[in-house]
């Protein structure tokens, strides 16, 4: 099994799924060139993906996705609304893909369950894959925690979960009040403090694995995310040695949490 971040941040946002007979890119906002090399040493070759899922229409999630399906001729599955808002240029029509109502659906041997997250696009969604048994989810960009998303992520085994941004960093921080603002309301990106609470609901609701993502590089640091999120599981009474939880680096695949 493979579940990792490929890159992870607003520079561009990459996730692979494979079960062995079937792999899943969540995302391509980077260049198909620079994806290529990250997924190989993540151990797939681009030869060898099925499917392309998408979460939303920005550029940091979808720059990639055009190429990458004409290159290799892949499916890309998104809600409308993210079609209707996605730039990739001409496709092919049979690779055009989307899911009704929220509804699980088969990829291959797995399983998608998209679920809605309240962010500042046409219809953003996270997703839940499932396979032999066992359930990962990407959980980024998401402005708060609905109690949708905390109902469809019970039980999940692993989860890539946002951490955007430290609330002081962004307050202090040299962005411009509006940005500030939309960053930190209800339809923009995760707080530390917020990642937090709901990685210990996670962990207490049998999740053994998460890796913070989608760090801001103005607002954040991976100590800051790491400190923050760690000191409140510990705080909880969740014990951090039976768990694995690790930071996304910006540039590089993560660690393994398949
Ligand atoms: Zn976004
Ligand atoms: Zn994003």
Same mark, same amino acid.
């Given at each position: ?103 699980? /659906? #088969?990829? +291959? =041997? ?11 696009? @046409?219809? *953003? ?77 996670? /962990? #207490?609701? +049998? =999740? ?11 607002? @954040?640091? *991976? ?36």
């Amino acid at each position: 099994m493979i579940f990792r971040t490929l890159v992870s941040g607003s520079s561009g946002n990459a996730v692979l799924f494979s079960d062995d007979n079937t792999n899943i890119l969540i995302d391509c906002g980077i260049s198909a060139k620079r994806l290529i090399p990250l997924l190989c040493q993540a151990g797939i070759s681009a030869q060898n993906l099925d499917y392309i899922l998408v979460t939303h229409e920005h550029t940091d999630h979808c720059m990639g996705v055009g190429v990458l399906s004409r290159k290799f001729n892949l499916p890309v599955i998104a809600s409308v609304g993210t079609w209707q808002g996605m730039n990739v240029g001409r496709i092919n029509p049979e690779n055009i893909v989307t899911f009704n109502n929220y509804d699980s /659906f #088969e990829v +291959g =041997t797995a399983t998608v369950t998209p679920f809605k997250i309240p962010h500042d696009a @046409n219809m *953003p969604t996270g997703y839940v894959i499932e396979s032999q048994g066992k359930k990962y989810a990407v959980a980024t960009d998401m402005g708060h925690v609905t109690m949708n998303i905390a109902e469809t992520l019970k039980e999940c085994n692993s989860v890539i979960l946002e951490a955007n941004y430290d609330e002081q960093m962004l307050i202090n921080g040299s962005y411009p009040q509006s940005l500030k603002n939309r960053i930190a309301g209800k339809f923009g990106h995760l707080c530390n403090a917020d990642c937090a609470r709901f990685a210990s609901y996670l /962990f #207490e609701n +049998g =999740t053994e694995k998460i890796i913070l993502g989608h760090l801001s590089d103005e607002n @954040n640091t *991976p100590e800051t995310a790491f400190k923050t999120v760690s000191e409140k599981i510990t705080s909880d009474g969740v014990v951090l040695e039976d768990l694995s939880l690790s930071v996304a680096p910006r540039y590089e695949i993560s660690i393994n949490i398949g």
